[in-house]
Antibody, heavy 124, light 107 residues
Framework: QVQLVQSGAEVRKPGASVRVSCKASGYAFTGYYMHWVRQAPRQGLEWMGIINPTGGSTSYAQKFHGRVTMTRDTSATTFYMELGSLTSEDTAIYYCTRDPRSTKQLASYYFDFWGQGTLVTVSS | DIQMTQSPSSLSASVGDRVTITCRASQSISTYLNWYQQRPGKAPKLLVY???SLQSGVPSTFSGSGSGTDFTLTISSLQPEDFATYFC?????????FGQGTKLEVK
């Protein structure tokens, strides 16, 4: 069965960066796109970007351009999302979530399987 | 950017009730509209994609409809496990935005 298991909660100071991991199992790792979505208390759910595990190409929401980097390690079947220049507004739960469409097609930009979420707290 | 607006923001209902949640897009998105359920402390769960297609494993008490700018999610007979928060999301254009959520509570 498809499983996405994320790394544990993180606390960072303003200006720092954080990296969240997402270990995928139960399906062909390079067969499906992966997205990152965050959920902040006052801002609801927010799409951050997508990575194609075949080749590693990415597309980010304009809001996060220059601050976010999404990568993958195919040998470890793990995805990573790094967010820099953190502020208190980045305090949120970060989810990795799979696109149901194969990487042989264009992504669908909706989300069928989700990780359990990683709480990132930014506080001085 | 496309704005997604849900109504109501909260709703009280009883087991067995029929409930409808509405989602409106700020511009036409054809049928690129998806619905998710989120229980407290859990990740969202996909219920309906492409406006009206039921995700595998989702009970047939859930249904979606609409196209263009106006969409609805209907639960035909509420079950105890359906009390949760529901989000719509557009997959029409970047950035792929969500509604603010509708919290379904026990009356």
């Amino acid at each position: 069965q498809v499983q996405l298991v994320q790394s544990g909660a993180e606390v960072r100071k303003p200006g720092a960066s954080v990296r969240v991991s997402c270990k995928a199992s139960g399906y062909a790792f390079t067969g499906y796109y992966m997205h990152w979505v965050r959920q902040a208390p006052r801002q609801g759910l927010e799409w951050m970007g997508i990575i194609n595990p075949t080749g590693g190409s990415t597309s980010y929401a304009q809001k996060f351009h220059g601050r976010v980097t999404m990568t993958r390690d195919t040998s470890a079947t793990t995805f990573y999302m790094e967010l820099g220049s953190l502020t208190s507004e980045d305090t949120a739960i970060y989810y990795c979530t799979r696109d149901p469409r194969s990487t042989k097609q264009l992504a669908s930009y909706y989300f069928d399987f989700w990780g359990q979420g990683t709480l990132v707290t930014v506080s001085s | 950017d496309i704005q997604m607006t849900q109504s109501p923001s909260s709703l009280s209902a009883s087991v067995g009730d029929r409930v409808t949640i509405t989602c409106r897009a700020s511009q036409s998105i054809s049928t690129y509209l998806n619905w998710y359920q989120q229980r407290p402390g859990k990740a969202p769960k996909l219920l309906v994609y492409a406006a009206s297609s039921l995700q595998s494993g989702v009970p047939s008490t859930f249904s979606g409809s609409g196209s263009g700018t106006d969409f609805t999610l209907t639960i035909s007979s509420l079950q105890p496990e359906d009390f949760a928060t529901y989000f719509c999301q557009q997959s029409y254009s970047h950035p792929y935005s969500f509604g603010q959520g509708t919290k379904l509570e026990v009356k």
